[in-house]
């Protein structure tokens, strides 16, 4: 069973040395790994043809270029198009596997088939190594569409991001689930999109990759106006495409984010009073009364200098509540 390993690559010289150390360390050896150059203008990718040319395992580079930078989910499409592996895999760049990651992702796999996706846990770490915070849940196994709503919009268990899946590649290509180009934020999309198809899927409770915090990364680098355009596009198509007979939980699900954002952009952008607008009409379309009236005690405190902090103060007191005990 092959895996390929996609990995763009857009100036990281101080990153991507560890991050393809940590693939040949892999104790799984069926690899290939695709590293898609993003037009890096430092000495990233001279790093990695050192490495590449410098190993002599089983595991097979190969390393695509771009003319010109296009953005990382251009660079993860690149990737995939050109991946010849039973499953595909995911690896930001600045980030690092442990070493037995695909061996342990794949196990289930081995043993069926049909498994469209497997999830490990993962911590995140600063730039020297030190953990920060991680992710634990326990394994389980997803038999159904309707259980893999429930772990993701209910549950939280299923992540948004886009690597450390493991993924079919005959499921990846017959959904197309692909990226959109020129979207900072596109793992919110791709992962909406995930959901709506997903059918079989594995939750493995050990940790296998770690998420490194980096000052200067694409989000961290961004200026307020762009990325409120970008969580406008991203709002956007998932108020558009809610999943019919799943509505009320995609609904709830965003309400949280999208209240937060709305009140730090709409200063910025418009669009943000036609998306409030927007949700409102879809809660109560399908009777979502508590999403409705989070949107307008959103849009009230949105008036105020001090709305996002109340906002802050008002979700924190309802977990209190709700968890104590």
Same mark, same amino acid.
């Given at each position: 069973m092959k895996v390929t390993i996609i990995i763009p690559v857009y100036n990281i010289i101080n990153y991507i040395g560890r991050c393809l150390d940590s693939v040949i360390r892999q104790t799984y050896k069926d690899i290939e790994c695709i590293i898609v150059d993003d037009a890096s203008n430092d000495d990233s990718i001279n790093k990695c043809e050192k490495l590449i040319s410098a190993y002599k395992g089983p595991i097979k580079f190969s390393l695509l270029h771009h003319s010109k930078n296009r953005g990382l989910s251009a660079?993860?499409?690149?990737?995939?198009?050109?991946?010849?592996?039973?499953?595909?895999?995911?690896?930001?760049?600045?980030?690092?596997?442990?070493?037995?990651?695909?061996?342990?992702?794949?196990?289930?796999?081995?043993?069926?088939?049909?498994?469209?996706?497997?999830?490990?846990?993962?911590?995140?770490?600063?730039?020297?190594?030190?953990?920060?915070?991680?992710?634990?849940?326990?394994?389980?196994?997803?038999?159904?569409?309707?259980?893999?709503?429930?772990?993701?919009?209910k549950h939280r268990i299923i992540f948004i991001s886009a690597w450390n899946k493991l993924l079919k590649r005959s499921f990846v290509f017959d959904y197309q689930l692909f990226f959109r180009d020129n979207v900072i934020y596109?793992?919110?999309?791709?992962?909406?999109?995930?959901?709506?198809?997903?059918?079989?899927?594995?939750?493995?409770?050990?940790?296998?990759?770690?998420?490194?915090?980096?000052?200067?990364?694409?989000?961290?680098?961004?200026n307020i106006q762009t990325k409120g355009q970008n969580f406008a596009y991203v709002y956007n198509e998932i108020l558009y495409n809610l999943t019919p007979t799943h509505e009320k939980s995609e609904l709830h699900f965003?309400?949280?984010?999208?209240?937060?954002?709305?009140?730090?952009?709409?200063?910025?952008?418009? #669009? $943000?009073?036609? *998306? /409030?607008? +927007? !949700?409102?009409?879809?809660?109560?379309?399908? &009777?979502?009364?508590? #999403? $409705?009236?989070? *949107? /307008?005690? +959103? !849009?009230?405190?949105?008036?105020?200098?001090? &709305?996002?902090?109340?906002?802050?103060?008002?979700?924190?007191?309802?977990?209190?509540?709700?968890?104590?005990?």
């Open positions: 660079a993860r499409n690149t990737g995939t198009a050109s991946a010849t592996g039973d499953y595909i895999y995911y690896l930001d760049g600045d980030d690092e596997l442990t070493p037995n990651c695909i061996e342990t992702l794949i196990a289930p796999i081995l043993e069926d088939n049909q498994i469209e996706m497997v999830q490990g846990n993962y911590k995140r770490c600063s730039s020297s190594g030190k953990t920060i915070s991680f992710k634990s849940y326990s394994s389980r196994k997803i038999l159904s569409n309707d259980d893999a709503h429930l772990q993701y919009f596109e793992d919110y999309i791709w992962s909406f999109n995930l959901i709506k198809h997903l059918q079989k899927a594995c939750i493995i409770s050990d940790v296998t990759y770690y998420y490194i915090e980096r000052a200067n990364s694409i989000s961290k680098g961004t965003y309400v949280e984010g999208f209240c937060r954002r709305y009140i730090i952009f709409n200063s910025y952008n418009i #669009v $943000y009073n036609d *998306l /409030i607008r +927007t !949700y409102q009409d879809k809660a109560k379309e399908f &009777g979502c009364w508590v #999403v $409705y009236m989070k *949107l /307008i005690v +959103t !849009y009230y405190l949105s008036r105020f200098k001090y &709305g996002l902090r109340f906002l802050t103060l008002l979700r924190d007191a309802r977990n209190i509540i709700f968890t104590k005990g």
